[in-house]
Protein backbone atom coordinates (compact mmCIF):
# COMPACT_ATOMS: atom_id res chain seq x y z
CA UNK A 1 0.00 0.00 0.00
CA UNK A 2 1.21 3.33 -0.85
CA UNK A 3 0.90 6.68 1.40
CA UNK A 4 -2.20 8.74 0.51
CA UNK A 5 -1.33 12.67 0.20
CA UNK A 6 -3.89 15.51 -0.14
CA UNK A 7 -2.80 18.76 -1.71
CA UNK A 8 -4.96 21.55 -1.75
CA UNK A 9 -4.69 25.53 -1.62
CA UNK A 10 -4.37 26.90 1.79
CA UNK A 11 -7.53 28.45 1.88
CA UNK A 12 -9.51 25.30 1.67
CA UNK A 13 -10.33 24.86 5.78
CA UNK A 14 -8.13 22.22 7.63
CA UNK A 15 -11.68 19.90 8.29
CA UNK A 16 -12.02 19.77 4.57
CA UNK A 17 -8.73 17.87 4.21
CA UNK A 18 -9.01 15.35 7.17
CA UNK A 19 -12.15 14.53 6.19
CA UNK A 20 -10.40 13.81 3.17
CA UNK A 21 -7.61 12.11 4.36
CA UNK A 22 -10.01 9.83 7.18
CA UNK A 23 -11.60 8.88 3.55
CA UNK A 24 -8.18 8.14 1.83
CA UNK A 25 -6.91 6.15 5.36
CA UNK A 26 -10.11 4.22 4.50
CA UNK A 27 -9.34 2.65 0.76
CA UNK A 28 -11.32 5.64 -0.93
CA UNK A 29 -10.22 5.84 -4.27
CA UNK A 30 -8.53 9.43 -4.99
CA UNK A 31 -11.24 10.45 -7.67
CA UNK A 32 -14.14 9.89 -4.68
CA UNK A 33 -12.33 12.00 -2.02
CA UNK A 34 -11.15 14.61 -4.67
CA UNK A 35 -14.81 15.55 -5.53
CA UNK A 36 -16.04 15.30 -2.08
CA UNK A 37 -13.20 17.92 -1.12
CA UNK A 38 -14.17 20.15 -3.66
CA UNK A 39 -17.88 19.82 -2.69
CA UNK A 40 -17.39 21.32 0.75
CA UNK A 41 -15.27 24.14 -0.70
CA UNK A 42 -18.17 24.89 -3.59
CA UNK A 43 -20.53 25.07 -0.29
CA UNK A 44 -18.68 27.05 1.79
CA UNK A 45 -20.36 30.73 1.60
CA UNK A 46 -17.47 31.99 2.94
CA UNK A 47 -14.97 30.98 0.25
CA UNK A 48 -16.06 33.64 -2.33
CA UNK A 49 -14.50 32.34 -5.59
CA UNK A 50 -15.25 28.91 -5.22
CA UNK A 51 -19.40 27.83 -5.68
CA UNK A 52 -22.14 29.17 -3.74
CA UNK A 53 -20.83 32.64 -2.21
CA UNK A 54 -18.48 33.13 -5.13
CA UNK A 55 -18.03 37.02 -6.94
CA UNK A 56 -20.25 37.00 -9.81
CA UNK A 57 -19.81 38.46 -13.29
CA UNK A 58 -19.88 42.19 -14.02
CA UNK A 59 -23.55 41.71 -14.45
CA UNK A 60 -24.11 40.63 -11.13
CA UNK A 61 -24.69 36.83 -12.06
CA UNK A 62 -22.74 33.58 -10.89
CA UNK A 63 -20.81 31.74 -13.51
CA UNK A 64 -18.66 29.04 -12.26
CA UNK A 65 -16.17 26.58 -13.91
CA UNK A 66 -14.65 23.30 -12.78
CA UNK A 67 -12.76 20.03 -13.85
CA UNK A 68 -12.07 17.15 -12.74
CA UNK A 69 -8.88 14.48 -13.82
CA UNK A 70 -8.52 11.05 -13.29
CA UNK A 71 -4.64 10.44 -13.88
CA UNK A 72 -4.95 6.54 -13.92
CA UNK A 73 -7.86 6.69 -17.47
CA UNK A 74 -6.71 9.95 -18.12
CA UNK A 75 -10.45 10.71 -18.26
CA UNK A 76 -11.36 14.13 -17.90
CA UNK A 77 -14.80 16.05 -17.70
CA UNK A 78 -15.42 19.77 -17.21
CA UNK A 79 -17.69 22.42 -17.28
CA UNK A 80 -17.75 26.26 -17.84
CA UNK A 81 -19.89 28.78 -17.09
CA UNK A 82 -22.27 27.34 -15.69
CA UNK A 83 -25.17 28.83 -13.81
CA UNK A 84 -27.46 28.05 -11.29
CA UNK A 85 -25.71 24.06 -9.50
CA UNK A 86 -25.07 23.71 -6.36
CA UNK A 87 -21.63 21.68 -7.34
CA UNK A 88 -20.13 22.35 -10.63
CA UNK A 89 -17.00 19.77 -9.52
CA UNK A 90 -19.65 16.91 -9.91
CA UNK A 91 -21.45 18.07 -12.53
CA UNK A 92 -17.75 18.07 -14.54
CA UNK A 93 -17.30 14.53 -12.94
CA UNK A 94 -20.46 13.51 -14.93
CA UNK A 95 -19.59 15.17 -18.06
CA UNK A 96 -16.51 12.68 -18.15
CA UNK A 97 -18.21 9.56 -17.22
CA UNK A 98 -21.63 9.69 -19.13
CA UNK A 99 -20.86 11.78 -22.52
CA UNK A 100 -18.17 11.45 -25.09
CA UNK A 101 -16.77 14.81 -24.27
CA UNK A 102 -14.41 16.95 -21.87
CA UNK A 103 -16.17 20.13 -21.80
CA UNK A 104 -19.51 21.79 -21.85
CA UNK A 105 -20.25 25.43 -21.32
CA UNK A 106 -22.92 27.51 -20.68
CA UNK A 107 -26.10 27.05 -21.63
CA UNK A 108 -25.29 23.16 -22.71
CA UNK A 109 -23.52 22.33 -19.38
CA UNK A 110 -27.01 23.62 -17.83
CA UNK A 111 -29.28 21.55 -20.14
CA UNK A 112 -26.61 18.73 -18.57
CA UNK A 113 -26.83 19.68 -15.10
CA UNK A 114 -30.56 19.26 -15.55
CA UNK A 115 -30.92 15.95 -17.41
CA UNK A 116 -28.55 14.37 -14.42
CA UNK A 117 -30.49 15.39 -11.61
CA UNK A 118 -28.01 17.92 -10.57
CA UNK A 119 -29.08 19.86 -7.69
CA UNK A 120 -30.28 23.40 -8.55
CA UNK A 121 -29.49 26.41 -6.51
CA UNK A 122 -29.02 30.12 -6.75
CA UNK A 123 -25.22 30.84 -6.40
CA UNK A 124 -25.48 34.45 -5.66
CA UNK A 125 -25.02 35.01 -1.95
CA UNK A 126 -26.16 37.97 -0.06
CA UNK A 127 -23.24 38.91 0.95
CA UNK A 128 -21.59 38.58 -3.13
CA UNK A 129 -24.56 40.74 -4.12
CA UNK A 130 -23.35 43.77 -2.09
CA UNK A 131 -20.00 43.40 -3.15
CA UNK A 132 -20.54 43.51 -6.40
CA UNK A 133 -23.60 46.34 -5.99
CA UNK A 134 -20.65 48.13 -3.57
CA UNK A 135 -17.84 47.73 -6.45
CA UNK A 136 -19.85 47.64 -9.72
CA UNK A 137 -23.21 47.93 -9.46
CA UNK A 138 -22.11 52.22 -9.29
CA UNK A 139 -20.35 52.09 -12.04
CA UNK A 140 -23.32 53.81 -14.43
CA UNK A 141 -21.32 55.60 -16.87
CA UNK A 142 -19.48 52.72 -19.40
CA UNK A 143 -20.63 52.61 -22.78
CA UNK A 144 -20.96 49.33 -23.31
CA UNK A 145 -20.16 46.00 -21.67
CA UNK A 146 -16.57 45.82 -22.52
CA UNK A 147 -16.06 49.50 -20.83
CA UNK A 148 -17.55 48.28 -17.48
CA UNK A 149 -15.30 44.92 -17.30
CA UNK A 150 -12.20 47.13 -17.86
CA UNK A 151 -13.97 50.19 -14.57
CA UNK A 152 -14.56 47.12 -12.76
CA UNK A 153 -11.78 45.35 -13.15
CA UNK A 154 -9.69 48.69 -11.33
CA UNK A 155 -12.32 47.67 -8.39
CA UNK A 156 -11.34 43.67 -8.26
CA UNK A 157 -11.70 41.70 -5.24
CA UNK A 158 -8.91 39.12 -4.64
CA UNK A 159 -9.42 36.08 -6.09
CA UNK A 160 -8.41 32.38 -5.86
CA UNK A 161 -9.37 28.74 -7.23
CA UNK A 162 -9.71 25.78 -5.48
CA UNK A 163 -7.00 23.18 -6.29
CA UNK A 164 -7.56 19.66 -4.75
CA UNK A 165 -4.64 16.83 -5.88
CA UNK A 166 -5.50 13.48 -4.18
CA UNK A 167 -3.29 10.42 -4.54
CA UNK A 168 -4.65 7.19 -2.90
CA UNK A 169 -3.09 4.29 -1.17
CA UNK A 170 -3.13 2.50 -4.98
CA UNK A 171 -1.50 5.41 -6.44
CA UNK A 172 -4.07 6.68 -8.66
CA UNK A 173 -3.68 10.79 -8.47
CA UNK A 174 -7.18 12.52 -9.33
CA UNK A 175 -7.32 16.44 -9.46
CA UNK A 176 -10.39 18.67 -8.88
CA UNK A 177 -10.37 22.45 -9.32
CA UNK A 178 -13.59 24.63 -9.13
CA UNK A 179 -14.16 28.33 -9.13
CA UNK A 180 -15.98 31.52 -9.74
CA UNK A 181 -12.81 32.82 -11.97
CA UNK A 182 -11.88 36.58 -11.87
CA UNK A 183 -14.48 38.76 -10.16
CA UNK A 184 -16.55 40.55 -12.17
CA UNK A 185 -15.55 39.47 -15.19
CA UNK A 186 -16.89 39.96 -18.95
CA UNK A 187 -20.16 37.38 -19.05
CA UNK A 188 -18.78 34.42 -20.89
CA UNK A 189 -15.27 34.62 -19.76
CA UNK A 190 -13.56 31.25 -18.90
CA UNK A 191 -10.72 30.56 -16.88
CA UNK A 192 -7.86 28.17 -16.76
CA UNK A 193 -9.40 26.09 -14.31
CA UNK A 194 -12.22 23.88 -16.45
CA UNK A 195 -9.22 23.70 -19.41
CA UNK A 196 -7.59 20.38 -19.37
CA UNK A 197 -4.25 21.40 -19.62
CA UNK A 198 -4.53 25.07 -18.42
CA UNK A 199 -5.66 24.67 -15.20
CA UNK A 200 -5.89 20.87 -14.42
CA UNK A 201 -3.55 17.97 -15.27
CA UNK A 202 -2.70 14.82 -13.86
CA UNK A 203 -1.41 11.58 -15.00
CA UNK A 204 -0.99 8.93 -12.35
CA UNK A 205 2.42 7.68 -14.13
CA UNK A 206 4.28 11.32 -13.59
CA UNK A 207 2.57 13.68 -11.44
CA UNK A 208 0.02 16.38 -11.29
CA UNK A 209 -0.80 19.85 -11.26
CA UNK A 210 -3.43 22.72 -10.61
CA UNK A 211 -3.51 26.35 -10.82
CA UNK A 212 -4.98 29.34 -9.47
CA UNK A 213 -4.30 33.26 -10.10
CA UNK A 214 -5.16 34.75 -13.44
CA UNK A 215 -6.16 32.02 -16.00
CA UNK A 216 -4.94 34.00 -18.81
CA UNK A 217 -1.42 33.04 -17.75
CA UNK A 218 -2.08 29.65 -17.23
CA UNK A 219 -3.68 29.02 -20.91
CA UNK A 220 -1.40 30.62 -22.43
CA UNK A 221 1.11 28.40 -21.46
CA UNK A 222 -0.80 25.70 -21.29
CA UNK A 223 1.13 25.71 -17.46
CA UNK A 224 -0.52 22.45 -15.68
CA UNK A 225 0.29 20.26 -18.55
CA UNK A 226 3.58 22.06 -18.95
CA UNK A 227 4.51 21.18 -15.71
CA UNK A 228 3.77 17.05 -15.56
CA UNK A 229 4.94 17.22 -19.17
CA UNK A 230 8.18 18.24 -17.15
CA UNK A 231 7.89 15.41 -14.87
CA UNK A 232 7.44 12.55 -17.31
CA UNK A 233 10.79 14.03 -19.12
CA UNK A 234 12.26 13.48 -15.63
CA UNK A 235 12.86 16.76 -13.87
CA UNK A 236 12.52 16.92 -10.39
CA UNK A 237 8.92 18.46 -8.96
CA UNK A 238 11.44 21.84 -7.83
CA UNK A 239 12.70 22.32 -10.77
CA UNK A 240 9.29 21.47 -12.97
CA UNK A 241 7.83 24.15 -10.72
CA UNK A 242 10.51 26.87 -10.94
CA UNK A 243 10.49 26.57 -14.88
CA UNK A 244 6.71 26.65 -15.44
CA UNK A 245 6.23 29.82 -12.87
CA UNK A 246 9.20 31.52 -14.23
CA UNK A 247 7.41 30.99 -17.66
CA UNK A 248 4.17 32.74 -16.00
CA UNK A 249 6.15 35.61 -14.37
CA UNK A 250 7.66 36.40 -17.53
CA UNK A 251 4.50 36.65 -19.09
CA UNK A 252 2.63 37.91 -16.75
CA UNK A 253 5.32 41.12 -16.85
CA UNK A 254 4.53 41.15 -20.49
CA UNK A 255 0.78 41.44 -19.94
CA UNK A 256 1.39 44.10 -17.11
CA UNK A 257 2.75 46.35 -20.28
CA UNK A 258 0.18 44.86 -22.70
CA UNK A 259 -2.92 46.28 -20.42
CA UNK A 260 -2.99 48.19 -17.30
CA UNK A 261 -3.85 45.31 -15.49
CA UNK A 262 -3.83 46.61 -11.82
CA UNK A 263 -5.13 43.56 -10.18
CA UNK A 264 -5.00 39.58 -10.99
CA UNK A 265 -1.87 39.50 -11.60
CA UNK A 266 -0.13 36.34 -9.89
CA UNK A 267 -0.26 32.91 -10.48
CA UNK A 268 0.33 29.60 -7.58
CA UNK A 269 1.20 26.26 -9.59
CA UNK A 270 0.66 23.15 -6.80
CA UNK A 271 2.43 19.64 -8.03
CA UNK A 272 2.41 16.58 -6.79
CA UNK A 273 4.36 13.70 -8.63
CA UNK A 274 3.90 10.08 -9.04
CA UNK A 275 5.77 8.93 -5.63
CA UNK A 276 3.23 11.98 -3.31
CA UNK A 277 6.01 14.71 -3.29
CA UNK A 278 4.57 18.03 -3.23
CA UNK A 279 5.19 21.59 -3.73
CA UNK A 280 3.87 24.77 -4.32
CA UNK A 281 4.75 27.72 -6.21
CA UNK A 282 3.72 31.60 -7.16
CA UNK A 283 4.92 34.26 -9.04
CA UNK A 284 4.66 36.06 -5.25
CA UNK A 285 6.08 35.09 -2.13
CA UNK A 286 2.40 35.84 0.14
CA UNK A 287 1.29 32.35 -0.95
CA UNK A 288 0.35 29.11 1.00
CA UNK A 289 -0.28 25.63 0.48
CA UNK A 290 -1.73 22.52 2.54
CA UNK A 291 -0.95 19.29 2.62
CA UNK A 292 -1.53 15.74 5.15
CA UNK A 293 -1.00 12.59 4.75
CA UNK A 294 -1.80 9.49 5.95
CA UNK A 295 1.33 9.87 8.99
CA UNK A 296 0.04 13.97 9.89
CA UNK A 297 -3.16 14.14 12.56
CA UNK A 298 -3.58 17.85 10.86
CA UNK A 299 -2.93 19.95 7.40
CA UNK A 300 0.79 21.06 7.34
CA UNK A 301 1.00 24.80 5.71
CA UNK A 302 3.33 25.34 3.69
CA UNK A 303 4.55 28.40 1.77
CA UNK A 304 5.00 28.61 -1.83
CA UNK A 305 8.62 29.01 -3.61
CA UNK A 306 8.45 32.37 -4.73
CA UNK A 307 9.45 32.67 -8.74
CA UNK A 308 9.92 36.13 -10.02
CA UNK A 309 11.93 37.68 -12.55
CA UNK A 310 12.82 41.23 -12.31
N1 LIG B 1 -7.68 30.87 -12.12
C1 LIG B 1 -9.00 31.42 -11.96
C2 LIG B 1 -9.47 32.00 -13.25
O1 LIG B 1 -8.69 32.65 -13.93
C3 LIG B 1 -9.16 32.45 -10.93
C4 LIG B 1 -8.21 32.46 -9.77
O2 LIG B 1 -7.67 31.45 -9.39
O3 LIG B 1 -7.97 33.52 -9.23
O4 LIG B 1 -10.62 31.86 -13.55
Not at 164 to 181: E, F, K, Y
Request: aromatic letters at 6%.
Amino acid sequence: MLMPVLLANAEVRDEYLIAGMRMLREGAHAGDVAEYVARLVEDDPEEHTVGYGGYPNVLGEVELDASFMDGTTLQAGAVAALKGFRHPISVAREVMRRLPHVLLVGEGAARFAREIGAEPREMLSPEARRAWQEHVGMLRDAPDTIALTWQAWRHARGHDTMNVIARDMHGNLCTAVSTSGVAWKYPGRVGDSPLIGAGNYCDSRYGAATCMGLGEAAMRLAAAAQAVTLLRLGWSLVAAGVEVTRQLAQLLGRSRAEHPMRVADWVRVLIMDAQGNVGGFATRDDLCYKVITAETATPLTQRVMCVSVG
